[in-house]
């Protein structure tokens, strides 16, 4: 008689595997603090720049053996800046410090983040905050949490009394997203309660997941600083799509996360 099949629980095996990667994401989150409190100085863009990789160098030191020792067969992504659909298979899409520039001059909204793509749809996500000790965290169909609590998006259903969110997406921004970040600000200044503008991307979005903020948008952007958020917010109940209210993939121009009672107007809004 034949043994019957075994049946693999992917579900069971894909939880399994983001506590693993919280693990590893927290682990690089701590070397990231030990370098943390002092203002770093730098003269000139070169200085700069090698003080970014210092930060992203030491916290792929541990994320990239670890998360490959992981999922041996998955590719590989550590640009924050790149765009664009990934070839077919399992990608680690990893930011070793969300909020680098931030770090280097001693303000305290900076992340690392890992989240795993799957024929180009992210399957689980971690980010952590080394300086409160939060892990948000989600997996798709699983929900998204927070240190193990449930998170939700906000019940609100009226733009005027939201607070609201945007981002620069890279620091060399070419003229026309420029100009169109300033308008959208403007034309959200008339429509919201309250606009925020601060880097990184990231963390506004845990505060949508988390039903703090109401919305985020961005125009531009890279996958690094949309998926893990994206992910979180859709399984936390929140809307994504483009700003013009169209199905948003990581070569969308533009990008929106919303409550859903305020994503319409949201919409409407950039859209002037």
Known sequence: MSEPLQTI????????????????????????????????????????MRALAANDGMALDILRPRLTRLRPDAGWVEDELDGGALPPGE???????????????????????????????????????????ETYTALTG?????????????PTADLGLSIVATSQARPDEDEKVVRRVGSSITAMLFDALVVRTA????????NV????????????????????????????GGRISDAEGRPW???SGSFLAAAPGIHAEAVATLSR
């Open 199 to 206: 880097v990184p991307a990231t963390l506004h979005l845990v």
């Open 209 to 236: 997941a988390a039903g703090r903020i109401d919305a985020f948008w961005q125009f531009a952007g890279a996958r690094a600083d949309l998926l893990p958020g994206a992910l979180l917010v859709t399984e936390a």
């Open 249 to 251: 993939t990581p070569q």
């Open 9 to 48: 629980d992917v579900a069971a095996l894909d939880s399994d595997l983001l506590a693993q990667t919280a693990n590893a994401v927290r682990e690089a989150g701590s070397a990231l603090r030990e370098r943390f409190g002092e203002v770093v100085r730098y003269r000139n863009r070169e200085e700069l």
């Open 142 to 154: 699983a929900g998204a949490h927070l240190d193990g609590r449930p998170l939700n998006v906000s």
């Open 91 to 133: 990608w680690w899409v990893v930011d070793p410090a969300e909020g680098n520039v931030n770090h280097l001059h001693a303000l305290p909204e900076w992340a690392v983040t890992a989240t795993l793509v799957r024929d180009n749809q992210p399957v689980l996500t971690v980010v952590h905050l080394p300086l409160t000790g």
